[in-house]
């Protein structure tokens, strides 16, 4: 799959969330120390929206709905109630843009 331009850098910046669509998936990216990364929006283990969720010191993000958490990084489900791992998509910064290429099904 291409590479598809997202949103402009700018767009997130400091230690923030921004929720995308790509091709009917909703995706939440994230910028950690002026990295971005980028997992499914959606909460494993219920209907929330984890770019409504809180980013945790060490790289982890909270499930606002039952505070379980995830490595933004890996997509590693850390916390209870969560035990099930977040997809995450390929993310190349160019030119002040953001790229996604998004995971395989």
Not at 17 to 43: H, R, S, W
Not at 59 to 80: S, V
Request: aromatic share 6%; hydrophobic share 35%; net charge negative.
């Amino acid at each position: 799959m291409s590479w598809i331009n997202v949103a402009p850098y700018t767009d997130i910046e400091g230690e923030e969330t921004l929720p995308i669509e790509v091709d009917g998936q909703k995706i939440c990216l994230y910028n950690l120390d002026g990295e971005v990364f980028a997992t499914d929006n959606q909460c494993t283990h219920g209907d929330a929206a984890l770019s409504d969720g809180l980013i945790q010191e060490g790289g982890l993000i909270e499930c606002p709905l039952h505070e379980g958490t995830f490595d933004i990084r890996t997509g590693k489900a850390k916390g209870a109630p969560c035990t099930q791992d977040l997809h995450c998509h390929e993310i190349k910064v160019e030119g002040g843009v953001i790229y996604l290429r998004p995971a395989a099904r």
